[in-house]
């Protein structure tokens, strides 16, 4: 079975009107948007980031790295850890979109998030996967 496909995508940018299996991943819920605006599966604010890591993090990206290492430790726990491990399953039947609203595309916890997923998946179908970065 072949992964189908993890994406990532800001809600700003997200019509709604492609065929994926969409979760919120913040922890707070997007200031100024309706509940009802948005169209989503679910809202895993069990896999955001704490808020002491967020906090301390502050979307600086010379923290970066100490940031993804910080918040890998945090999805090694539960309930996040299942969490990520049902999203990998998933990932292998449908789309799965990770939605944020972090304005920096590059340095937010949807591509830690991501990363894990495809590690773990690809770990599942006992495929040779890419050393996790620290």
Do not use: C
């Not at 509940?35 to 704490?50: I, Q, V, Y």
């Not at 923290?63 to 945090?74: D, H, P, Q």
């Not at 998933?90 to 590690?119: F, G």
């Amino acid at each position: 079975m072949e992964l189908m496909a993890v994406e990532i995508r800001r809600l700003d940018d997200d019509t709604g009107q492609d065929p994926a299996y969409r979760v919120l991943v913040d922890r707070l819920w997007p200031r100024g948007v309706r509940r009802d605006s948005l169209r989503l599966d679910t809202w895993f604010k069990e896999l955001a980031p704490s808020d002491a890591l967020r906090q301390w993090y502050g979307h600086d990206p010379s923290r970066w790295e100490a940031f993804r290492a910080r918040y890998r430790a945090e999805l090694e726990q539960e309930p996040a850890r299942s969490l990520l491990e049902g999203l990998a399953r998933r990932a292998a039947r449908e789309t799965v979109l990770l939605l944020s609203s972090a304005r920096d595309r590059d340095h937010n916890q949807a591509v830690v998030l991501k990363e894990l997923i495809d590690e773990r998946f690809a770990r599942q179908e006992g495929r040779p996967s890419d050393p996790p970065l620290q």
